[in-house]
């Protein structure tokens, strides 16, 4: 019999408040994680490299880098720079999270990169973190002092997109959602891209991205949570609902919700994001597609569910008013019986 | 007692990390008022992580990138970065942004251009005020604005971006050189574009960046400031400062032997062949040259100078040493060893 992975979590921090931002990190390495992600949206959170500099010097042995950057805000080789400073900072620790763009890019009115755009992206990254030197716009571009190629994982929601993480990138963050035909329907798509590259699925680190809150009754967990399922449904479908598992007739409360979506308000608690989740009846759609969220039993329910169609390694969120509380929960009551 | 001068050292992010600490640390130890991380992406550790860094493991040091450009990060990450270094380091940040240098040419492009340079700092300065800008078409803030004070310096070397300095900036770093002319000159450009805004040159925090060089004898000084004296004295100032300055050059071919230079001379990885390059330049030219850039001597001679020209009112300073990309050690040593007594004694620190 094949033995089954045991569940493993990283987690996505946003950087709200430096004040104790090193300390939630150290939680997150002392509570067993695995995986310790910074959001990048420099309207709204603190400067992604300034809060992953407290991160690493805060930790020592957790894996850590955006979740995720975008290749439009800053030059390539500045993020490629970056990403090598954090890696050295940590001791070789470093992986960098990149995806098409989301509030990083809607707050300032610019269209998200394409998927070509992507590719050539991370190839960039994955050479200029390795220190080659490559030609571009006529001039050698290499970053002096990289030694260690940081590994590229691209956050993925849709067929193509997950089709090309299979192809070039070293891992992926899947965000199209955790329900059993969705994760089937993505490791299908990761796996077509791994095999046109020559690859297997055993070649890729697969994160799911998921939801998440813990609390003593279902409504407690979800409530604090709508903002968040809210930019779910905005991200995952933005560019198409096709082929991606959603019910027809929830396409055009969908729609609604993203017309609505405020993007200066991204992962804001309480903000007006959080209420449309329930204005446009897709509360518990959502809760089902991307939340493991509930009381401690209700979450390892669903990481059951999806551990059964072949998720096995999860990043949570902690957009919840008490990070570090959340993280102790976690792996205490959900982490630790859900393996 | 007369006002103290201030100066800021400019520190290459080219060092392991665990030595760029510890360098910036006896930049604090030594006296100085402040550092600025040079910012070069392919050259230099991440300008905002080293920043970062030195927030946490720093008390007093005033810190700035040094210098940033408008076209390597959005305007928003801009603010944003330099918002979350303040929030580490309260009151000892300062946002320098100039055109770009190697940061530009190591990536293919031009220099910023005025117009350029205008919109980001505008730009830059209403989010850290926490005012709404406008992203073609879509309104933007930074959300974690809080009101802390950082000021914006333009980084300046040209008549027309002083002037622009002048008029739309909180201050000015001033690459032009180090000498009564030259000074005069510059401040009066400033005044210009001061008064267009309706400002006055007082209103403004002006840096006078001094490429500084200091060695046992000035003669061996003067042997090492070479490459830049020759980049900048003769390559790159065109028209601008030689007259202010007072020196009339003789017309020079360039041998190849400077082209063949990388990055280029001022910026050399191998220091003795950018040396050897210069060898057309006769000695007392470079001597000429040396004086009207900076602080280049015995560490004797730049407290002389310094002295001097603080009468002129040139009170605060921004040490650029010789090797852009060496970690400046000697220069720490001499301004602590024998430039700050120096400058103690004469009242000025």
Redesign the interface.
């Known amino acids: 019999m094949p033995r089954v992975p045991r569940a493993r979590f990283g987690v996505v921090f946003l950087?709200?408040?430096?004040s104790d931002f090193g300390a939630l990190c150290r939680e997150a390495e002392d509570n067993g994680f695995d995986l310790l992600g910074v959001a990048d949206s420099?309207?709204?959170?603190?400067?992604l490299?300034?809060?992953?500099?407290?991160a690493a010097?805060n930790t020592s042995r957790i894996r850590l880098g955006p979740l995720v950057t975008n290749p439009?805000?800053?030059?390539l080789?500045?993020t490629?720079?970056?990403i090598?400073?954090?890696d050295?900072?940590s001791g070789g620790r470093a992986m960098l999270g990149i995806g098409s763009g989301d509030s990083a890019i809607?707050?300032?009115?610019?269209p998200p990169a394409t998927v070509a755009g992507l590719e050539d992206s991370m190839a960039t990254l994955g050479q200029l973190t390795g220190g080659a030197a490559i030609e571009?716009?006529?001039?050698r571009?290499?970053?002096?002092?990289s030694t260690r190629r940081v590994p590229v994982y691209l956050a993925a929601e849709g067929p193509r997109t997950l089709e090309l993480a299979g192809r070039v990138a070293d891992g992926v963050i899947v965000g199209l959602g955790l329900t059993p035909d969705v994760i089937r329907l993505s490791l299908a798509a990761i796996e077509r891209g791994a095999r046109a590259a020559g690859r297997t699925l055993a070649d890729l680190d697969v994160w799911w991205f998921a939801k998440t809150n813990v609390a003593d009754t279902r409504e407690a967990a979800v409530g604090p949570i709508t903002m968040a399922l809210a930019a779910s449904a905005n991200h995952a479908f933005r560019f198409t609902l096709e082929g991606k598992g959603v019910p027809p007739d929830l396409h055009e409360k969908i729609k609604s919700l993203q017309r609505e979506y405020n993007s200066?308000q991204h992962e804001?608690a309480g903000a007006g994001n959080a209420r449309l989740t329930e204005r446009w009846g897709l509360t518990e759609f959502l809760v089902d597609r991307f939340g493991i969220v509930g009381t401690p039993d209700d979450c390892v329910a669903q990481i059951r569910r999806a551990m059964d169609a072949g998720a096995h390694q999860f990043v949570i969120t902690s957009f919840v008013p008490d990070p570090r509380a959340f993280v102790r929960r976690w792996s205490r009551e959900v982490a630790a019986a859900a393996s | 007692m007369n006002d103290p001068v201030r100066v800021h050292m400019r520190v290459p992010?080219?060092a392991?990390?665990t030595n760029l600490m510890t360098l910036i640390q006896s930049v604090e130890a030594a006296g100085f008022d402040g550092a600025g991380i040079l910012d070069s992406?392919?050259?230099?550790?991440?300008t905002?992580?080293?920043?970062?860094?030195a927030a946490?493991r720093t008390s007093r040091l005033t810190l700035f990138p040094a210098v940033t450009n408008p076209?390597?990060?959005?305007a928003?990450?801009l603010?944003?970065?330099m918002?979350?270094?303040a929030?580490?380091a309260p009151g000892r940040v300062k946002f320098v942004i100039g055109t770009g240098y190697t940061s530009a040419?190591?990536?293919?492009?031009k220099p910023a251009t005025l117009a350029e340079m205008r919109a980001c700092i505008a730009t830059v300065k209403a989010l850290l005020a926490g005012e709404s800008v406008d992203?073609?078409?879509?309104p933007?803030?930074?959300?974690?604005a809080a009101g802390r004070r950082i000021p914006v310096l333009m980084a300046a070397s040209g008549p027309k971006a002083i002037e622009l300095a002048g008029e739309i900036a909180d201050g000015v770093l001033l690459l032009v050189g180090f000498n009564p002319g030259i000074v005069e000159t510059a401040l009066g450009y400033l005044e210009r574009g001061a008064r267009r805004a309706g400002r006055r040159v007082e209103d403004l925090e002006v840096i006078w960046a001094a490429r500084t060089g200091t060695a046992a004898t000035t003669a061996e000084a003067r042997r090492m400031a070479r490459p830049t004296a020759v980049h900048w004295g003769i390559l790159r100032w065109g028209g601008h400062w030689l007259g202010p300055a007072g020196l009339r050059l003789p017309k020079f071919d360039i041998p190849d032997a400077v082209g063949k230079v990388y990055p280029d001379l001022s910026h050399a990885h191998d220091w003795e062949e950018a040396i050897a390059a210069t060898s057309f330049v006769p000695d007392e030219i470079i001597a000429q040259l040396c004086d009207a850039l900076g602080l280049v001597g015995t560490a004797e001679d730049c407290a002389r100078r310094i002295v001097e020209m603080s009468k002129l009112g040139v009170r605060n300073l921004y040490l650029m040493p010789f090797q852009t990309f060496a970690p400046p050690e000697p220069e720490v040593r001499a301004f602590r060893d024998v430039v700050f007594p120096h400058l103690h004694a004469a009242g000025l620190r």
């Open positions: 950087p709200e408040s430096l420099q309207s709204v959170f603190r400067e490299y300034v809060a992953l500099t407290l010097l439009l805000t800053r030059h080789v500045v490629a720079s970056a090598s400073s954090i050295e900072l809607f707050t300032l009115g610019a571009r716009d006529g001039r571009w290499q970053v002096h002092r200066h804001i | 992010g080219t392991p990390m992406q392919m050259l230099c550790r991440d905002f992580v080293t920043l970062g860094q946490t076209f390597t990060r959005h928003s990450v603010a944003g970065a918002e979350t270094v929030e580490l040419s190591t990536i293919g492009r992203f073609d078409g879509t933007g803030r930074l959300a974690y």
